[in-house]
């Protein structure tokens, strides 16, 4: 199901599910700010669709500010991203922390892919990927020539996303260098 599909759903649900009189007794204005209101969450959902969840959690409190007829519908949709995305991301990011501080170096790397599944867009599980990359490398270089590689790809991923990012671009000309 597409993003505007949704909101043809939920104006359909509106119209069949008991509240078609409610529908008719709605003013042209109302009926128009439940349609702005839909674009604005197909906007939101299309964040979710592209992983952008914070984005698409704050574009979520913004429509509940602006929608007070609809909040809780933009909120609860902010609240499950924050619980069952942000929250999953961050968990597999500290587990892949953790096992970097107990030198478990592929189990870490595991957590780190985990983390940027969920969520494509975390800095630091992008860079933190890298470093884990760099230092298998460093721990045997001719045992494990790809991970150089993998690293610098990693690195060369997160300027693309952040262009501005210097210990990335660091990374990159040091690992160059090795």
């Known amino acids: 199901m597409n993003i505007s599909e949704h909101v043809k759903t939920w104006t359909g649900q509106i119209r069949t599910q008991g509240c078609d009189a409610l529908w008719h ?3 042209d204005e109302e009926r128009e700010e439940f349609e702005i209101f839909g674009r604005k969450m197909d906007e939101a959902l299309s964040m979710e669709l592209d992983h952008h969840w914070q984005n698409a959690a704050d574009r979520y409190k913004f429509i509940a500010e602006e929608f007070p007829a ?42 780190f892919d985990l983390a940027l599944n969920v969520d494509r867009n975390m800095e630091n599980a992008m860079y933190n990927l890298g470093m884990t990359h760099k230092i298998v490398y460093i721990s045997e270089p001719g045992k494990n020539p790809l991970a150089k590689i993998s690293a610098i790809d990693t690195f060369k991923s997160l ?5 501005r990012h210097a210990k990335a671009a660091a990374q990159i000309e040091q690992l160059k260098g090795l």
Not at 86 to 99: F, H, K, L
């Open 25 to 27: 007794r709605l003013s």
């Open 70 to 111: 609809f909040s809780d519908i933009a909120i609860a949709r902010a609240s499950h991203i924050i619980t069952e995305k942000i929250n999953r991301a961050i968990r597999y990011y500290n587990q892949g922390v953790r096992s970097v501080e107990t030198r478990q170096y592929n189990k870490a790397l595991q957590y």
């Open 159 to 163: 300027l693309k996303k952040n262009p």
